[in-house]
């Protein structure tokens, strides 16, 4: 942000506290679906599941208005590239839930073909194993980012100088 090079550090800690509560309290996930998982993905924010619960619910289509992407499905090497280029798309902050086996760990295709585990190819905040998960995981998953985004701080931002400690 920036501002808080201009702030004591007593007030730059309350603002952290303030931009992480907001951050992880409106969520803007990028929808990848890739294969089967993408439609548990899709139920989760049906109204049974109601993710807006969650600040959660504005899914977009494009990179350039989300900080969430859920990579859903199965990563075939060909698709690895466009994986990558989409997740460097996303503005910072930004976060990554691998949503099943297959995205977790390539699941059960241990081919040639495929990328065993996203993480291979862009960092990974929540892992969501299960081949699908149902989509209460992908809630709980949200709710872990949720507490991950709370707790991280400027100094976490490699883009960003720290904040003079005292
Ligand atoms: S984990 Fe199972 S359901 Fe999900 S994409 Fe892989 S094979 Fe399909």
Redesign the pocket.
Known sequence: MGIEQKLPPVLATNLEKVVGLCRANSIWPMTFG?????L?MMVASSSDYDIARFGAEAFRPSPRQADMMIV???VTKKMAPMVERIYNQISDPKWVIA?????CSG???NTYGTVQGVDEIIPVDVYVP????RPEALLAAIMKLQKKIKSEKFSDRPDLPKVAAG
């Open positions: 890739l294969a089967c998982c993408a548990e859903a499905g199965t949503y099943g086996s297959c995205a699941g059960i295709f299960g081949c699908p998960p």
